[in-house]
């Protein structure tokens, strides 16, 4: 009787821990191994990959041409916060034309918009950062303040750099994931029918 009632003991904290841990909702993973095209709009921007051994996984979005350079994505409900995480590498002296060595000053910015309004910086990445420069490095950002709305765009983009083929850059990997809870019982659902599991098997021991 004991044992048994250690095993529902423990199976009300096992329940109790499953929901206070639920796991974050992934709500956008592109690998671009291909592009999930609706999801993106580019400007100067391309997927490229092997046989070029610059790439960090196959294929990444690579950033050349004249004019602005950026990627967006669609408008996604941040309202619980989130995380934006991407590898990014930036062209150096060691690359290859393929990354041509980005100049100081033409740096890369992570923003955000909600609701279609004007982009707000969420990080400026300094093109001679080592983190990035001549090397693949991660990048994570929390979502918070005013970029938690039910209408957010993500934009990475380079507004300055010395014009086509030069000043390179991509990002690969790039995933965002809120805060929303999974949907699954409260505790106390749980608690309650193991309580009287507990019950049921105490009273048909005593008879």
């Not at 003991?9 to 992934?26: D, E, K, Q, W, Y």
């Not at 997927?47 to 041409?65: D, I, R, T």
């Not at 930036?90 to 041509?100: Q, Y």
């Not at 707000?120 to 990445?125: N, R």
Request: net charge negative.
């Amino acid at each position: 009787m004991k044992l048994l009632n250690a095993a529902f003991i423990g199976l009300i904290l096992s329940t109790s821990l499953l929901v206070n841990t639920a796991s974050a909702g992934l709500i956008l993973d592109e690998d671009f191994d291909p592009i999930t095209s609706t999801d993106w709009t580019l400007s100067n921007a391309s997927v490229l990959g092997n046989p070029a051994s610059e790439f960090f996984s196959l294929n990444a979005l690579h950033f050349s041409g004249s004019g602005i350079r950026s990627a967006s994505t669609n408008a996604f409900d941040m309202t619980t916060g989130g995380l934006l995480s991407f590898m990014l590498k930036i062209g150096g002296s060691l690359d290859t034309s393929t990354f041509e060595d980005a100049d100081s000053g033409e740096d890369v910015l992570i923003q955000y918009a909600t609701n279609d309004g004007a982009w707000v910086d969420l990080q400026v990445i300094d093109t001679e950062d080592s983190n990035y420069k001549d090397t693949w490095g991660m990048v994570n950002i929390s979502i918070t303040g005013d970029a938690m709305s039910n209408d957010t765009k993500f934009q990475f983009v380079q507004a300055r750099h010395s014009g086509s083929n030069w000043d390179n850059w991509a990002i690969d990997n790039v995933s965002l994931s809120n805060n929303a809870s999974a949907d699954i019982p409260e505790p106390s659902t749980f608690a309650i029918f193991a309580l009287g599991m507990m019950g049921l098997v105490s009273r048909r021991a005593k008879k």
